[in-house]
């Protein structure tokens, strides 16, 4: 491609009828703990998000997804194939995005690290990193290019996490709260980046304002679904819950 045009990622729209994504009688466990029993749920809305408290089973449900966990029993499937071998069959396929980039990141710069995401596509080494420069250009990110990945903050670090998605285009996003260490400028862009994606996103959040617009949101609470629908009313749902429970946590204290 010619290096002097703004960058533009070619992006595969995605499949979205109701063969997805799907998750049938899963059993999930870890050691003694059981994460998931019987979970059953198809996706096949372009944007979802998923809420709850902290172990009801979001990064988990994201490992399933994407193949980094196995369950014991029942079946995971992304576009017709088994989760665990969608790396091994269709690399670039899904793309997740961590809580802790530091968990993602492996090369020592920001353009390094985006031309990555381009390997999958079978992107040289060099042409790679000629198109993650232009790439960091169009986004006004130029002078990120040569920047050391430790000398970025850690919501920095999450952006250029973001950024490699991006590049690399899969068809499938999984974002593990990517808005925890955003300021309020960078949780905008973010969220403006998301509403434009032509792929099917699906973000887990604690930050419930971006996703009570998504046509569908799902609360889990201990590997259960505990409620599954329009954004607004799934989110004002948890918020109640929430709000009863630091309630009755406050009388129990008198």
């Given at each position: ?6 960058y ?14 799907h ?7 870890r ?21 709850g ?13 994407c193949?980094?966990?196995?369950p ?6 992304v576009?017709?194939l ?6 091994r ?27 990555l ?37 850690h ?8 950024l ?9 996003l ?14 905008a862009?973010?969220g ?11 973000v ?15 609360w ?35």
């Amino acid at each position: 491609m010619p290096f002097n045009e703004p960058y533009s990622p070619v992006v595969s729209k995605p499949s979205l009828g109701g063969t997805s994504l799907h998750i049938r009688e899963v059993t999930l466990q870890r050691g003694a703990n059981t994460i998931f029993s019987g979970l059953t749920l198809d996706l096949p809305e372009p944007r979802i998000g998923l809420i709850g408290d902290n172990g009801a089973g979001k990064s988990s449900l994201f490992r399933m997804l994407c193949g980094l966990d196995v369950p014991q029993s029942g079946s995971v499937t992304v576009r017709g194939l088994e989760a665990r071998n969608v790396s091994r069959k269709r690399p670039g396929l899904v793309g997740m995005m961590f809580q802790n980039p530091d968990e993602q990141i492996i090369f020592p710069t920001v353009a390094e690290e985006l031309a990555l995401g381009l390997s999958p596509s079978g992107v040289a080494r060099r042409e790679a990193i000629a198109q993650a420069r232009v790439f960091l250009e169009s986004r006004n990110l130029a002078h990120w290019a040569d920047r050391a990945i430790g000398a970025l903050s850690h919501g920095q670090r999450q952006h250029v996490c973001w950024l490699a998605l991006m590049i690399a285009s899969p068809e499938l996003l999984l974002l593990d709260e990517p808005f925890a260490s955003l300021d309020q400028p960078g949780q905008a862009l973010l969220g403006m980046d998301i509403a434009k994606a032509s792929q099917q996103v699906i973000v887990s959040t604690h930050l419930l304002e971006h996703v009570r617009t998504f046509e569908r949101v799902i609360w889990l609470e201990r590997g259960q679904v505990r409620a599954d629908g329009p954004g607004a009313q799934v989110c004002a749902a948890y918020q109640a819950d929430v709000a009863a429970r630091i309630a009755a946590q406050a009388l129990s204290y008198k």
